[in-house]
């Protein structure tokens, strides 16, 4: 599980929370109406611009946000360079049944086994990016959505506020309340957007990016293996994935 996200989360909404306790009467900040209008309506306008499954399914992607966790690239270089040095001393066969964690460089290896061309190999896999890649922009996509429609939706059920405020003003001590519902909306809107949807759009793509650099590892460990590449040599090519820092624990 990925902390930092919970963390985020809860603290972002906790700060919000404590911040209107402080100031008197939470309740004050608890309508229906303007519940209904800007959350109802962000998920119905976004349902608007997706099909129903990838509307379902970027939810499954967003939990990715909570429970993914990216592979340290380190530990993958190790795995790399340990499949290579048995594939180098004893041929590709011997690479079966060889146990590997990263079920993407399980993949690669299995097709090295059954003997495909190097470059189907390549290409498979590039594939299998591609289609992860597009995957995760289908999710990001759907809450960067959200974080641009739940402000408009707020704004919206402001303008509904006013207009009902306006149309009843034979009352004075009515418009303060009803000015109070009316802005309601607008920070719902706000807090949808700017402390959920939006972070967690911008987890997913950091976790996306992460996968694809730890993907684009593996593609070259394939290649490597492939061509008979000297463990030592593969290790040192790997190692320019790696931050500097531990580019010289490595070494």
Do not use: W
Request: glycine share 10%.
């Amino acid at each position: 599980m990925d902390i930092a996200t919970l963390v985020g989360l809860l603290g972002g909404f906790g700060i919000i929370i404590g911040a209107i306790a402080t100031g008197g009467d939470v309740m004050l900040f608890v309508n229906v109406p303007s519940i209904l209008i800007v959350v109802g309506g962000t998920f119905m306008i976004t349902l608007m611009q997706v099909s129903l499954g990838d509307f379902l399914g970027s939810f499954a992607i967003g939990l990715k946000a909570f429970l993914y966790k990216v592979d340290d690239p380190k530990k993958l270089i190790e795995e790399a360079v340990a499949l290579a040095d048995v594939a180098r001393k004893n041929g590709l066969l011997a690479l079966e049944g060889q146990e590997i964690s990263n079920q993407f460089m399980e993949k690669g290896v299995g097709l090295c086994v059954d003997g495909h061309d190097p470059a189907l190999v390549q290409k498979m896999l590039i594939k299998d990016i591609d289609l992860t890649i597009q995957r995760h922009e289908v999710g990001q996509r759907m809450f960067r959505n959200m974080a641009t429609m739940a402000p408009a939706m707020g704004m919206i059920g402001t303008l509904v506020g006013l207009v009902q405020m306006l149309a009843n003003m034979s009352d004075p001590s009515a418009i303060g309340p009803a000015m109070a519902i009316a802005l309601l909306t607008t920070l719902y809107g706000a807090i949808i957007a700017n402390a959920f949807a939006q972070p967690m759009a911008d987890k997913l793509g950091r976790a996306s990016e992460l996968e694809q650099t730890n993907k684009s590892l593996i593609l070259e460990t394939i290649a490597g293996i492939q061509e008979g590449m000297n463990p030592k040599v593969l290790e040192q090519m790997l190692g320019t994935y790696l931050p500097p820092k531990k580019r010289a624990e490595q070494a």
